[in-house]
């Protein structure tokens, strides 16, 4: 479904502050893949997205979806494609807007104004999927975004997302901002709408037993590059210890290595 083929992403080429951000990134996903992806800050977990959601284009390399070449095109046009869901729950909704119709321009598409385009069968439907997010928003259908809390507004997100059925999603530590409460139950719903969409889905956390505990493959990014990539039963074997030991050994081999170029 998705490809990249040798991605590099250089910052501040030509000047003191050179920062090669990915490095010969190559990566597949196909469709149905639960990608969980860890790493250090600086890893490049967030410009990794910025290049496949078009928000950056690379340096070098590919990018493919659906075997279409998309290196050039910028975000406006794989937004039709691709869902993001950001670590700031402000960044999902209109705030200005009311709740409905942040609905309406994330679940219809080519509509000529929001209101004459709202009946009452839309309406009673929107209703209902805010029911199913058991946070009393199904009787706000006309009270502004920005009056939500934030686990509210980042599970109105999760529904406008899902209704506009995107052939991948990105989350970007979509529950790092949250409390405690609220991240349960933001990524409760998260599983529940990639169960029943069927989404595609990669997800950066910097939880590493969320990590391990969700999808069905597993990346770490290290320095710019995918150091380990696990899935399968080998994934459902891990723990965090065992995840941790496995990255220092890369770590030690890796030192090992360039030690003994040095000499």
């Keep these: 479904m998705i490809k990249l083929e040798k991605i590099n992403m250089i910052f501040g080429e030509g000047t003191p502050n050179r920062n090669h951000v990915l490095k010969d990134l190559d990566l597949k996903v196909s469709r149905g893949d639960f990608i969980t992806i860890i790493g250090s800050n600086g890893a490049g977990k967030s410009t990794l997205f910025n ?22 095109h910028p975000e406006y046009r794989r937004a039709r494609y691709i869902g993001r869901i950001f670590q700031d729950p402000l ?33 009673h439907y929107f209703r209902e999927q805010l029911r199913s997010l058991d946070m009393d928003l ?40 949250l409390d405690p409460r609220n991240a349960a139950q933001v990524m409760d719903l998260t599983t529940r709408f990639i169960t029943e969409y069927g989404f595609t889905v990669m997800m950066i956390t910097h939880n590493m037993q969320q990590a391990i505990a969700y999808g069905n493959r597993l990346l770490m990014m290290d320095e710019g590059k995918i150091i380990i990539d696990i899935r399968g039963k080998e994934k459902e074997a891990l723990t965090v210890d065992s995840l941790v030991k496995r990255f220092h050994d890369i770590r030690k081999k890796d030192f090992t290595t360039d030690e003994a170029l040095l000499t």
């Design 51 to 72: 290049v496949i959601s078009g928000n950056l284009k690379p340096s070098g390399g590919k990018v493919t979806i659906q075997n279409q070449d998309v290196t050039g």
């Design 138 to 177: 199904e009787h706000r259908l006309d009270d502004n975004v920005a009056l939500l809390s934030g686990g509210q507004r980042q599970a109105l997100t999760l529904l406008m997302m899902a209704l506009s059925k995107p052939e991948l999603v990105l989350l970007d530590e979509h529950t790092a901002a």
């Design 91 to 123: 960044l999902g909704t209109a705030g200005k807007m009311s709740i409905v119709d942040n609905m309406m321009v994330a679940g219809y598409k080519g509509f000529k104004g929001l209101k004459i385009s709202l009946t009452k069968a839309k309406r």
